[in-house]
């Protein structure tokens, strides 16, 4: 009777799919970097054109229809532009990539209060600030850090005396 060895088989499946998977999820983050910057430089070129209550309006959903048209289709031409892929695929990466970070945009802004401070804005480079800051915000929603505990410290910061240990 011949003997099946089935798990060299499973495993190499699994190896695969893990592969695969890990490969997905940095070509996601990949393109969901590209999709934030390309928003972000969109969001940057009409604070510094003076309409930052059209940047708060649109990511509160308030803004008037061809205004919100107006730059999605900016957002859209250039990511198309950026992820390097063509016709219906980059089509199709655009449509389901853009109105994710979107979303997490517009949550990330409602839960930390970016609408209002931007109404509040004293000058376009305060506003262009805080848009920094909601796209920092943003980035550390869409990909967490791992469970790493790395913190970014500010360059004032005190340099901690020693290292943590490890918790058993």
Known sequence: MKKINLFP?????????????WQ??????????TA?????????????????????DFLAD???PAAKALLLKRMTTRLLM??????ALASSVVGWILPFVLEKMIQVGVKTGFFEKVKNYDTVTDALHRLDELKRAVWKIIAPDAGSGVELLP??????????TPKP
């Open 9 to 21: 088989t499973i495993f190499s499946a699994a190896r695969a799919t893990g592969l695969r998977a």
């Open 36 to 56: 934030l910057d390309t928003i972000q430089d969109v969001l940057r070129a009409e604070i510094q054109k003076g309409n930052a209550q059209l940047v708060a």
């Open 82 to 87: 950026r992820i390097g892929l063509r016709g």
């Open 24 to 33: 997905t999820g940095v070509l996601f983050q990949k393109v969901a970097r």
């Open 62 to 64: 308030k803004a008037l």
């Open 155 to 164: 360059d004032d910061a005190p340099m901690p005396s020693a290292l943590p």
